[in-house]
């Protein structure tokens, strides 16, 4: 069964360095999200992406957050200057279809020190 | 705007008892209704989900969710747990026909515990 997946699985960081977060979705998918879900927290939306461009936006989602399509195969979330308030489990999702079919990823544990 | 409401933050039970964890939205707009499991240290993964036609829903480990819509719910249910079943449960909608790429919306999420 085909899956989306995230690299790294873990990654640890100090405040104010940059990260990204690396995804690959399903090919044949054409709609692509970042969540977060802060520990013992719910599953928030950050951004969902679709034809090249951000189709909407939380209020998370914030100047220090970008999110890029590099090549068409990869969908990656950087955030510039990380906060501890950053550390959050982050998960990838595509869909193929527009409001439902998502598959998410595993995630990838971010911890800012 | 969506929001959903799951009411019970942890469900304790024994294995083999049944067991309803019960999730609420609210919504301008129709829309798609699911249920997502996740196991300890793993990520999301969806268990079932309502988009049309017939208002009760099966997955293929024998729960069942129930579309209501005057109730605004969309519970989920099984009729005997079992061990494996520890998880946390999180019931998250999405809106119909936006357009573009619609976001889910996510409740806080359900513990259920199973025990001997």
């Known amino acids: 069964e085909p899956e989306v997946t995230q690299t790294p699985s873990h990654q640890v960081t100090q405040m104010g360095q940059e990260v990204i977060l690396r995804c690959v979705p399903i090919s044949n998918h054409l709609y692509f999200y970042w969540y977060r879900q802060i520990l013992g927290q719910k599953v928030e939306f950050l951004v969902s992406?679709?034809?090249?461009?951000?189709?909407?936006k939380s209020e998370i989602f914030d100047d220090q957050f970008s999110v890029e399509r590099p090549d068409g195969s990869n969908f990656t979330l950087k955030i510039r200057s990380t906060k501890l308030e950053d550390s959050a489990m982050y998960f990838c999702?595509?869909?193929?279809?527009?409001?439902?079919?998502?598959?998410f990823g595993s995630g990838t544990r971010l911890t800012v020190v | 705007a969506q929001s959903v409401t799951q009411l019970d933050s942890q469900v304790p039970v024994f294995e083999e008892a049944p067991v309803e964890l019960r999730c609420n939205y609210s919504s301008s707009v129709s829309v798609y209704l699911f249920w997502y499991v996740q196991y300890p240290n793993q990520g999301l993964q969806l268990l079932l989900k309502?988009?049309?036609?017939?208002?009760l829903v099966e997955s293929i480990n024998g729960f069942e969710a129930e579309f209501n819509k005057s109730q605004t719910s969309f519970h989920l249910r099984k009729p005997s747990v079992h061990i494996s079943d520890t998880a946390e449960y999180f019931c998250?909608?999405?809106?119909?026909?936006?357009?573009?790429?619609?976001?889910?919306?996510f409740g806080t999420g359900t513990r259920l515990q199973v025990t001997l």
């Open positions: 998250a909608v999405s809106p119909l026909n936006t357009g573009t790429a619609s976001k889910l919306t």
């Open positions: 999702a595509s869909s193929e279809r527009q409001g439902w079919g998502y598959t």
């Open positions: 992406f679709y034809n090249n461009e951000i189709s909407e």
């Open positions: 309502y988009l049309s036609g017939s208002t």
